[in-house]
């Protein structure tokens, strides 16, 4: 074969791979041709023909021509008319309304919302109104003066007073019941010298728990952690105090971990407590000193506090330790604790020794076991937010108050422990 039929045959080709000179082998073979590559010797002729050859095999087997030559020959299918669309489909995305990470909701039909046929009324029957009637109770311990709690009382030995005005009472009860107590502990960094008593009053406060009462394990620092919920498993409870290895912050949120607890505490029935062990140091709380004590009085539920440190606050302070400002701290904690257990009707307890502290336990066991719970439907209903305060007496058959004689025919001294009063609810309650 010539030069010129070479030539000819090459400049051909071209021609025909033109309009796809896009390709990078055709673009190849268009420049061989193009600078007379194929008539400049033996040796680059001999090349050419390699080249030429593989060029024809990529021309032959490329995928370009056979999408082009399907586009020419393959027709759209013609949408058909009548069929209907998916609208509400997506058309990308998780199937089955499940994806990687989130669930998609399905998109459920709507349905036409169900006619109601109103009642037939009767116009000559009368209106009737309905009026709600709000009931206050009030935890109450009698106790003579050698801390013996008088029992048998009944409803006709209780008169209240609110705001001066006698009520009338709707019921006492006066059965013994589990209790229901909330262990709210304070497990913080602040007083690290605290810890070991704080430690030993909650395990043995559990260990003298019946096995019907229920307890739950609260913590706090900075926030409250419910570390136990109510259970009658003390393993349990055990095992929530043994998940306290170290505390995690300096710091001691005392009001706003009590608030939340009276709050949880509000809509549980029967003989309940709150049993608050804690230095009674509040850092930086939401929650001012004055909202909390609106919330004890509001509240039914008693607090009874366990203050530490005692012993230790001693003994630094006999050494020079603790100067004039901590000490005032000090006090100040001890009587935020006694207030807090005065106006819930709980009782407060300032331990010094380790020996005082089953004598603590027995005392709060026995006053919620041996507590009368009165309740009565005052005579003011206005929702004013008011603060009404409660007086608890006991009366003989005549009115007057009550005498108890002993034995000997001699008088008893007794006293009448309950909370100071509550405020009454707001319109928007």
Known sequence: MTKERIQCNMEEELVRIMPYSHHPLRCALAYLVQKNYFGRGHMRREMAGIVLFFVWVSLLGSPLSAQYSEQETTAQPAEQPNEP????IPESGPKRGVGETVIVPRQQPTRPPATQKRPETN????????????LVTVSVVVQDDKGIFLSGLGKQNFRIQEDGVVQQIQRVEAAEAPMTVALLMEFSDLYWQFLYQTLQAS??????????????????????IIMLDFTRNKAAAFDALNQLSSPGFSESNLFDALTDTLKRM???????SIVL????VDTFSRTRYDQTLKLVQTSSTP?????????????YDARGYIGDIQRMNFLQADNQLRSFAKLSGGRSYFPRFEGQFPSIY??????????????????????DGKFRKIKVELVGPDGQPLKILNEKGK?????VQAREGYYAPRPVE
């Open 277 to 280: 062990i804690s230095s009674g």
């Open 411 to 415: 008088e008893i001294k007794y006293k």
């Open 203 to 224: 395990y043995g406060f559990i260990n003298s728990l019946q096995p019907d009462d229920w307890v739950a394990v609260i913590v706090f620092d900075m926030k409250p």
């Open 362 to 383: 027995a005392d709060i066991a026995a006053t919620l076991r041996n507590e009368y719970t009165i309740a009565y439907s005052p005579t003011n209903q206005a929702r």
């Open 303 to 315: 607090i009874y506090a366990i203050g530490t440190g005692q012993a230790v606050r001693e003994y």
């Open 266 to 272: 509000e809509d549980i029935e029967g003989k309940k």
């Open 85 to 88: 669309k998916g609208a509400n």
């Open 123 to 134: 116009r000559d029957e009368p209106v009737r109104f309905r009026t709600e009637v709000e």
